[in-house]
């Protein structure tokens, strides 16, 4: 079992920044990919920004530019550097990683998720 804590999340004004934090432990030998969802009222979960072990990063298309994901593989977090946060924005975040090979097989874990508000 792999466990994901969140932190980070709050208010925030149109344009400004927030930064998110997840840290995993438990059976962690081999996260693969550690990434952040998001969902809005009424919509369903979408990626947001994803990392693997080797650095290679994807985003969604409506945050590119704005969001950075980075990873720190020696203490098992991935953060998310939001900025020019604009009221879309605001959703429930979710910390993810995918722990495995494709030889094994993969699982897949969540957070409990961080509300995130960009609100005047």
């Known amino acids: 079992q792999v466990q994901l804590v969140e932190s980070g999340g709050g208010l925030v004004q149109p344009g400004g920044s927030l930064r998110l934090s997840c840290a995993a432990s438990?059976?962690?030998?081999?996260?693969?990919?550690m990434g952040w969802y998001r969902q809005a009222p009424g919509k369903q979960r979408e990626l947001v920004a994803r990392?693997?072990?080797?650095?290679?990063?994807s985003y969604a298309d409506s945050v590119k530019g704005g969001f950075t994901i980075s990873r720190d593989n020696a203490k098992n977090t991935v953060d998310l550097q939001m900025n020019s946060l604009i009221p879309e924005d605001t959703a429930v975040y979710y910390c993810?990683?995918?722990?495995?090979?494709?030889?094994?097989?993969?699982?897949?874990?969540w957070g409990q998720g961080t509300q995130v508000t960009v609100s005047s």
């Open positions: 993810h990683t995918t722990v495995g090979s494709a030889v094994a097989g993969f699982n897949y874990y």
């Open positions: 438990g059976s962690i030998a081999n996260i693969y990919a």
């Open positions: 990392i693997t072990s080797g650095g290679y990063t």
